[in-house]
């Protein structure tokens, strides 16, 4: 039987003028968008929609945007949503979470701007970064990292040959000379704000931890495959704890892919801000469809 994967972005998906469309065009799209301001307590609309690339990539702002056009685009498909799966992107399993009735949106705003301020406190207490790792094994990669004695973990597995490090300034330098000693194709730094989901963002686990414990989960509609070990889940505990170790683990997004595949999906739907995952899943594997919503 064919099933129907919906997949959502995290962070790095954002552009200036994300959902601008929503708001001019859906009566429903416009009142969350307010909604949103009102909840945020600043005007998110305007550096979503006519804001600068730097204000835009602030943590606190980035991931509210990136959730909020996900999820009002969910909303906007209406009955023509019908995820058999979902999966999210590291902040997108918030936004997949939303979409399939596990979280209200107002508690998925709440939460995920939480989220990102307490990672961006994380990240102002301790100079980090992250690198793109191209053209090397899994394997090659984790040992390199094992033994280098600043911090510096694999965080991301995006597709096979693409894994993302994340640490220390210096655990990522020592680590991007000798990736590329054993011949990384490249070995690039990325513009981000700090050492996501590395050991790093053990003070903003801990705030979220509080958050998400005190926050209502509900039974989804359909079962969300999570980042920490790229299995599926509907028990909204066991969502919740899976939810609080992903700040310090790695996403295994190839993984999550591959058993998705595995346990039926022949399409997969991106649903929010550029399309980031298409190409990701398509690497990935290359008989399935990928499309945006």
């Known amino acids: ?137 899994d394997n090659v990669i984790e040992d390199v990292c094992k033994n280098i004695s600043e911090i510096v973990v694999p965080a991301n597995y995006n597709s096979p040959g693409q894994i993302v490090i994340s640490g220390s300034i210096a655990g990522i330098d020592k680590a991007i000379a000798e990736l590329t000693g054993k011949g990384a194709k490249r070995a690039l730094k990325l513009q981000v704000g700090g050492a996501f989901h590395s050991p790093l963002m053990e003070p903003a686990r801990k705030e979220l931890a509080e958050a998400i414990n005190a926050t209502r989960f509900d039974r989804p509609v359909c079962p969300v495959y999570q980042n920490v070990n790229a299995k599926a889940f509907s028990d909204p505990e066991q969502i919740k704890q899976n939810l609080i170790l992903q700040l310090t683990a790695p996403v295994r997004w190839t993984q999550t892919i591959l058993n998705m595949v595995t346990d039926g999906a022949t399409e997969f739907i991106e649903v929010g801000p550029g399309k980031v995952l298409q190409g990701l899943i398509k690497k990935i594997n290359k008989d399935t469809i990928a499309v945006s919503a």
């Open 1 to 137: 039987m064919m099933k129907k994967a919906y997949v959502f972005p995290g962070q790095g998906a954002q552009f200036v003028g994300m959902g601008k469309d929503l708001y001019e065009n859906s009566a429903l799209a416009k009142n969350l968008f307010e909604k949103a301001n009102h909840i945020l307590g600043f005007h998110i609309t305007d550096i979503m929609f006519a804001g600068t690339d730097e204000d835009l990539k602030q943590t606190r702002v980035t991931q509210p945007a990136i959730f909020l056009h996900s999820v009002i685009l969910a909303k906007i498909l209406g009955k023509s949503f019908k995820p058999d799966m979902v999966a999210g992107h590291s902040l997108g399993e918030f936004s997949a979470l939303v979409s399939i009735g596990a979280l209200t949106f107002e508690d998925g705003l709440v939460l995920v701007s939480k989220r990102a301020m307490a990672m961006q406190k994380a990240c102002e207490a301790e100079p980090s970064t992250m690198a793109a790792i191209l053209g090397l094994d």
